[in-house]
């Protein structure tokens, strides 16, 4: 040992297990981001730019000089914004009658506003059609046409389907505002009006900010409402789907694709920061909010919230009616004869989104999982580049994911095309489509989770596996329930991404909705949407079950 | 040595955490890591542990060099400042884990979990999860939990900061008893030099990323060798030797070999007698009740001093006195000029 006199060489610690397992579990999803997100969004980068003889502008050039495309970007801004403008205000509505008024009945708002997000997308638009169609409730009750399939109709339908988003979003930057707050603008003498002015709006500002842009993203980039109700009013997706699917030009396609990513990728970035901002911002309500009763606040507000959700439960409500109804508008006796799939494939398509949805949320908890257990373990240096990719697939519409996905899975260059045509490719398209989401709840469980834990386990002789077993999975059960039944949710009800994917032999849920809408076959779409909905429903309640099973034993354990 | 640890370097970036520390642990000793914080205390404490990998330097158990062993392999107990017990076991299952992992059969688990929860007098919370408990059942438990394995090397990293003062006074006293019933060779953590000086063998002082003096506590508090160890370790009055030469003519001659700005006194409060006279070249400014003991603010021909008597009140605010110190109870220290935090100086 006379080197230790001498200048000591770097003490470099052997490749150890524990180190190999932890590059495993960065690599593996590190591999399947790469190989199912970036690759595919690369190819339809470059399919964009393919022309006849190689590499050009020539597909932008023609795309960006036809009126139709500068139509349907017009009809999705204009659609994107009035809808933003519109589920934000009523969102706010909302979320300030649950988190800052007192009113009975906040259970039942809560228990409504998440039922657009139960549904395929195309569900509201369905609703709509049974309401204010041409044979719908309304107009024939009013005896008044209405003609729904358009601009308004499709306006409706959006905001429907982006309300649970504001009122969760702006709902959780409300939360973050302390008691304490109020209770010293009341002493210092503001009146309820300025304290709404002064302390609750700045306080929502960011919530806002955010809600405006998740709203304006999933509006743009949504399909299904669009396909189903919009009718002339061509917007950006549509215009993917005609493209590809009615005149099979994956490239121009592909154009319409990069061009509608371009806002959502704004809108997102823009998003992120207004995220942090409020992370940094304010502290989190340490003393919550308990709202006293105002008799004139509250009762207009409760009026306003139950009107809202009335709404909603009357657009969802019709389908689920309409599904019974022997033939609408004409015979309204109750029958089950719908539930009779006429369509080619029957109900095999619901089972295989079943089969296709466990799989996703399996795989995609898993991989998740490994994630964020690798990342703690990894150099900074390394850990942030990969976290910044895997928070990358919420920006790109599922329109464009699932147009990358053809392009790139369809094609026989690589051995990745013996996923074609494969339930698993789907399940792999639903799991890239929301990784963000999924991802982000994990982390805020991960960061959580105090580092003595793992090192205390680790002095005492754990591995990562055991670690991880014994430790890290229990400490964040209810983030995995989580993030397991939101893919789970996720895959069962969206068609954005798939729609490209489906072959005649394999299909899901979305879709089969979808044609048996466009075959005419209006009951049955709405009949195979209730079970959709009961199916997601149930699993709702299965991970409300199991979160309140979770919460209730770590209570029992004097945790949190 | 039992444990050696010899030039160890570890850089965060540009910022050196630790700068060629070498220290040494004997068998059955109880060493402890002492400084402010962002002295490098806790990353030393890592490094051994195997939380954290050395740029440079070695680590050496009973001869045998450490740095190829993850923590998980070195058989090390560690108990943490708080929040390491693992919530979703019971305590039995938090101090059991360790031998579960070393596939220990089932009852020997429970007999020796039975005998760590007598040691640590909590025989009765065997059930009981980790949030159900305060926090000083808590650390004990986690002490426990450390010790369950047989650790070759105990590491405490600040057991006792996160309790309040009564519950740490007692827990001091456990952690004290339970190490030399054991005798399992300890290094711990803390920036309380009360808490140092009560506990440990050896005390290692630490600043900036080095080792600034180690010895016993008698050493540090009686003999530190800088103006940093002086301050850090309890109130001292340190006077340049200008002042010295003022007020204690006597102890001019003390002073080391060198250039009169090298050194300057180091004078306990506790070593300052005081002594009413009506013709003495000093007067008492403030005096504060303690208890066990009064704190006068003194002021003298060297400038403000601090001194502490015992027993019966000697004199009244105002009073002129005269102040004596033996000559063997002044220490000339190096004035590295490095400032002590504001916290060590109460």
Known sequence: ?560 | MYLTVREATKNYGSFTALNRVSIEIDEGEFVCLLGPSGCGKTTLLRLIAGLSDLDEGEILLEGAALSDLPARKRGFGIVFQSYSLFPNMTVAENIGYGLKIRSTPRPEISRRVTDLLNLVKLPQLADSFPGQLSGGQQQRIALARAIAVDPRVLLLDEPLSALDAKVRAELRGEIRHVQRSLGIPTLMVTHDQEEALALADKIICMNHGVVVQAGTPEDLYNRPRTRFVAEFMGISNLLPADAVGRAFPDLAATRPQGSADDHIACIRPEQIGVTPDPDGNASVRGISFLGNLRRLEVESPAGPLVVETHGAKPCREGDRVTLQVAPDACTWVADDSTRAPAEAQA
């Open chain 1, 1 to 560: 040992m006379t080197t230790a006199e001498t200048s000591m060489p770097a003490a470099r610690r052997r490749p150890d297990r524990d180190r190999l397992l932890t590059w495993v579990c960065v690599g593996l999803p590190l591999l399947g981001l790469i190989l199912f997100f970036l690759y595919p969004m690369v190819i339809v980068f470059l399919r964009s730019l393919t022309v006849e003889d190689g590499y050009g502008l020539a597909n932008y050039t023609r795309v960006l000089g036809s009126s139709g495309f500068w139509r349907a970007t017009w009809h999705s801004l204009l659609m994107g914004g009035t809808t933003t403008v519109l589920s934000v205000f009523l969102g706010f509505i909302i979320a300030h009658g649950l988190h800052r008024c007192a009113f009975q009945g906040k259970w039942l708002v809560r228990g409504v506003i998440v039922l657009p997000l139960l549904a395929p997308s195309l569900v509201q638009a369905l609703g709509l059609i049974f309401l204010l169609g041409r044979n719908g409730v309304v107009s024939r009750a009013l005896g008044i046409e209405i003609e729904i399939y358009g601009f308004w109709g499709l306006l409706i339908a959006n905001t429907l389907y982006a309300l649970p988003q504001a009122v969760m979003i702006i709902g959780a930057a409300l939360v973050l505002l302390d008691a304490r707050t109020y209770e010293a603008a009341e002493v210092m003498g503001a009146s309820p009006s300025r304290q709404f002015r002064d302390l609750t709006l700045p306080a929502a500002r960011f919530g806002i900010l955010n809600a405006a842009f998740v709203c304006f993203t999933i509006t743009i980039t949504d399909f299904g409402n669009a396909a189903v109700i919009g009718g002339d009013y061509s917007v950006l997706a549509t215009e993917i789907y005609s493209q590809v699917v009615g005149q099979r030009n994956f490239n121009m396609g592909a154009v319409v694709g990069i061009m509608l990513l371009l806002p959502t990728v704004i809108s997102y970035a823009i998003e992120r920061q207004a995220m942090k901002r409020q992370q940094t911002g304010q502290t989190t309500g340490e003393v919550r909010y308990r709202p006293s009763f105002a008799p004139l606040r509250d009762s207009v507000m409760a009026g306003l919230s139950l009107l809202i959700c009335s709404g909603i439960v009357a657009v969802i409500g019709i389908v689920v009616y309409a599904s019974f109804v022997t033939l609408w508008p004409y015979n309204m006796a109750l029958s089950p004869k719908h539930y009779d799939i006429t369509l080619a494939g029957g109900y095999s398509s619901l089972w295989m989104t079943i089969v296709i949805s466990v799989m996703a949320a399996t795989g995609g908890t898993l991989a998740v999982f490994l994630l964020g257990l690798g990342l703690r373990r990894v150099p900074r240096a390394a850990a942030q580049p990969i976290q910044v990719l895997a928070a990358m697939p919420a920006a790109v519409p599922g329109m464009v994911l699932g147009l990358a996905y053809i392009l790139t899975f369809n094609s026989t260059a690589t051995p990745l095309y013996l996923l074609y045509g494969t339930a698993v490719l789907i399940a792999i398209v639903n799991f890239y489509h929301y990784h963000t989401q999924g991802f982000l709840t994990l982390m805020t469980g991960f960061r959580q989770l105090p580092p003595a834990l793992e090192e205390a386990a680790g002095s005492l002789g754990a591995g990562l596996g055991r670690t991880a077993i014994d430790i890290v999975a229990p400490f964040i059960a209810p983030m995995l329930v989580s993030v397991f039944f939101f893919l789970f949710m996720r895959s069962m009800v969206t068609l954005s991404a798939v729609v490209f994917l489906t072959t005649p032999d394999l299909s899901v849920a979305a879709v089969t909705i979808m044609r048996l809408d466009d075959a005419g076959l209006t009951s049955q779409a709405a009949a195979f949407s209730t079970c959709v909905m009961a199916i997601v429903c149930l699993a709702l309640l299965s991970m409300k079950a199991t979160l309140a099973l979770i919460s209730r034993r770590n209570r029992a354990k004097g945790g949190a």
